[in-house]
Each structure stands twice: as C-alpha cells, then as structure tokens.
C-alpha cells in the first residue's frame, strides 16, 4: 500500500516537550507524507490541559497536513475530557470509539481506548468509583467492536495507553506489570486479529517492536524509544 503512518505517547508536556520537538524535528519529511499521527496517552503530566497547546503547535508546525488522532492516558484525567475536546476540537479524539479513513483506496478503522488494568493502581482503587466495572466493560466493548470493524476496514489499527499484553514488559518491575497492561487484552487480540496495535505507558520497556500472531504491536512511548515511532503499511 506504501503508506506511513505516526505515532507517539508519553510526551507529559511540559516534561519531554524538548524532546518531542527534537524527534518532530528529524521526522519532518514523514510528516509531510503521513496522513495520520496517532497519540497514544499521557502527552500531558497530571492533567495539565493547557500544556498541550504546546504539543499541538509545534505538531502543527512541522506536520501542517496531517490529521492528529488522541486517546487518552492516565494522565488525562477522566474528569478533564470534556475540557481537552473543547479546546483541542481539531484533534479526533477517540475513547473506546473508532474511526474509518479512506487513505490510498484502503479503509482504515482506527480504535482507540485508554486500555485496561488486571490489577487497577492504589490511586485508582481509591478515587475512581466502580473501576473494576469500568474495566469490565471497557474490555467487552473492545471485543465487540473490533468484530465489527474488521469487517468494515482493509486495516484494522487499535491505539490504546496502557500495555495490551505482559510479553512486552521486560524492563519494567515486574512485581508492577499488573498495574501497567492487561492478559485480558491479549486474548482479545488473538481473537481479533487487528493489523496493528499501538500503545505507550511503558516508559522502561526493553521490547519496542513485537508481533503476536498477525499483529504488530509498537511500543510508541517517547521516553523508551526517545523518538517518534514511523509505521510502514
């Protein structure tokens, strides 16, 4: 198809604004051919939605054509979402909602959700009301849609925060990979085969790149790859 797509996470602006831009810096000719960039959580620290304006305008600067698509991460409070959508309307923001783009004469669905917990944090347990439910049923509706999309797209793209499956973690403490992904993910994946899987929140991993059965996963974490991620499709 020869087509390119983007993809980042874990910019936590202000804190690795730098070295976003620096990584957007070396990757303007992708940006010029790219349709997509595909932001993966936490592009800002503890909700700070006003350090994304920041984010958005050097992206805008560098890669003026291409449409953004964002989920959100943990640190894109649950409470924040509406104000992000205000006022970052440009951006297609997608939580646990998907997407078709015609790119190239090829139909590509883009689902996105912040993912899921095995074990959710202390913090969550304590200040999220219901989280094992939320869990719950953001995982059926992710094995739901992703079998309906696959009949509706060629490719089948799914961007979420949190680490689809416990192979990818090595690097990370291990005592805490329950609180950092989900095997429940995993057997979603197997079930559905989506073409590729991008994620983040895994700042340590040792693991960037990895394929399990038909998918490929890309860990698109800026502080573990200390770069932009390019995609060939």
């Not at 912040?114 to 939320?134: A, C, E, F, S």
Request: with cysteine.
């Amino acid at each position: 198809m020869g087509l390119t797509i983007l993809a980042v996470s874990d910019v936590h602006s202000p804190k690795y604004l730098f070295n976003y831009i620096e990584a957007l810096t070396k990757h303007v000719d992708d940006c010029n051919t790219s349709p997509l960039f595909l932001w993966a959580g936490d592009m800002v620290d503890k909700g700070n939605v006003a350090a994304l304006s920041s984010v958005v305008a050097y992206t805008r600067k560098k890669c003026r054509d291409t449409q953004i698509i964002s989920i959100f991460g943990n640190d894109e409070y649950m409470d924040l979402e509406g104000e992000f959508k205000k006022k970052y309307s440009d951006i297609i923001w997608l939580n646990d909602s998907y997407r078709i783009f015609s790119l190239k004469e090829a139909r590509i669905a883009v689902y996105g959700t912040r993912g899921v917990l095995d074990r959710p944090t202390r913090w969550q347990r304590r200040n999220i009301p219901l989280i094992y439910k939320l869990y719950s049923q953001r995982l059926a509706k992710l094995r739901e849609q992703l079998k309906k999309i696959r009949d509706l797209a060629d490719i089948v793209i799914v961007v979420m925060h949190y680490a689809p499956t416990f192979s990818v973690m090595r690097g990370e403490n291990e005592r805490a990979w329950p609180e950092m992904g989900s095997r429940r993910v995993e057997e979603i994946i197997h079930e559905a085969e989506p073409d590729i899987v991008v994620y983040g929140h895994l700042h340590n991993a040792e693991i960037l790149d990895y394929r399990m059965g038909h998918t490929r996963l890309f860990n698109v974490s800026l502080p573990a790859r200390r770069d932009i991620t390019v995609i060939e499709i």
